[in-house]
């Protein structure tokens, strides 16, 4: 499945349960002409921070919050701008390619060439 409009791109692969038959990934991109506001912005970094992970965490076991048994590990992101994400299919290899240019800047640029499949 793919998704979008979130003002925002990263790539994430399912890490728990460790016993997947297949991989798993969540790709999100937004699309072209989707700018955040600064404030957003650095919302969303500052809550995909390792710090902001943690807080979280020790948040959910202080109220006793069921926990969950997926883990995701992000990959790349997360990225701001004008976004675009392909997924390239050859045989049985998938890669996710996301290409940004940010505010102002009239070119879009790689910055993630990610394989999703083991080949």
């Known amino acids: ?19 997947l038959i297949s991989r798993v990934h969540q790709l999100t991109v937004s699309p072209l002409h ?11 970094k500052i809550g995909w921070s390792r710090r902001a992970r943690r807080l979280t965490e020790r ?4 109220v006793q919050a069921d926990s969950t048994a997926l883990e995701w590990d992000k990959q790349a992101g997360p990225f701001f701008g004008n976004q ?34 083991d080949g």
Do not use: C, T
Not at 36 to 41: E, G, L, N, Q, V
């Open 1 to 19: 499945m793919l998704s979008g409009d979130v003002h925002h791109a990263y790539a994430a692969e399912l890490v728990q349960p460790g016993d």
């Open 34 to 44: 989707n700018q955040a506001p600064h404030p957003i912005r650095l919302g969303f």
């Open 59 to 62: 948040l959910a076991r202080w």
């Open 84 to 117: 675009i994400g392909e997924l390239v299919l050859h045989g049985r290899e998938a890669r996710f390619l996301l290409s940004v240019s940010e505010k102002g800047d009239e070119h879009l640029r790689q910055v993630l060439d990610s394989p999703l499949s």
